[in-house]
């Protein structure tokens, strides 16, 4: 991308949560997306957990012109920037970015911001009152796909939007896979289960989609394996209703033993969409296909072509 004006100047404030690095054949996390960018520059590295030195030590040999930092006060006396990228656990995000909030920063949170909404509450006003860029990590309602689908169901492809359905079954919290002493899966670190940790990406895009306020909610939270902590639900399903008459049910649990799948359905008055993960499939099921096998095929044949050019995506953004 061309840019006129001077790149932005990101500082990268901690490394614990899809960070990724620089290696060329490492992982690509939010690092190598912003290094992609012709608009932004990232110009220092902050990160305080010693269990990072080793991360910090590589950025700087990769990126010898970055600064490091281990204290974010230090950081925001020595080195001039605009926007920072926050990747911390929840606990340690919301005083960070609110730090960085008093100081004038503009901010990208991987999520989650916060363990809590009240918690969240006070950056949120902070941000409106000082007119700051504040943007938390959920990418999915970017991607060409869902896109794809929002332009389906403004050409009225799907008919009237009546329901929506996700679901996200995977691995267990236990020694071996999610292990339980991880701070994603503690209470006084993450602040929730699945819910709190993955819900947000499928609650972002039923918004997108419904384009209406929630009216009210049934939600159940529970644990249903002995390994997560009490206050850590394993297994949730919530029920919405939208001001404009749309439900939406997600179920999600951390259950298996094994990668598990990951489902969202659409329905319509005059058809539904079935999808599975994002970016990998696109498949159109009518219950008036021998009327409208032409508008089907077409819708398919559009979300497919979305589809494979999220790929690309999917590999800049690390989803």
Known sequence: MSMSADPL?????????????????????LIKSFYGRDDARVVAFCEWDPEEAAALESLSRHDPSASIYTSLEELLEREAFEVAVVMLPPNEAAPASMRLAE???????????????????????????????????????????????????????LGKLLAMEARLVTVQIAPGLREPDHWMYRLETEGGGILHMEGGHWLALFQMFAQARVRSVTALCSRRTDASQAGVEDAATVALEYTNGVHACLHMGYLLTAAGPAQRHLHGRARRSRRGRLGRCGEWKSG????????????????????????????????
């Open 9 to 29: 100047r990101v500082a990268v404030v901690g490394l614990r949560i899809h960070a990724g690095g620089l290696e060329p054949d490492g992982n690509h996390g």
């Open 103 to 157: 100081a004038g920063k503009h901010l990208f949170i991987e999520k989650q911001a916060a363990r809590t909404a009240p918690e969240l509450l006070p950056l949120c006003q902070l941000a409106a009152q000082r007119n700051l860029v504040t943007r938390i990590g959920y990418p999915w309602p970017g991607h060409p796909v869902a896109h794809e689908i929002r332009r389906c169901l403004d050409d009225g492809v």
């Open 288 to 319: 008036r296909q021998q009327r409208r096998a032409a508008v089907a095929g077409r819708a398919a044949a559009h979300l497919r072509h979305a589809a494979r050019a999220a790929c690309g995506l999917r590999r800049a953004v690390g989803l």
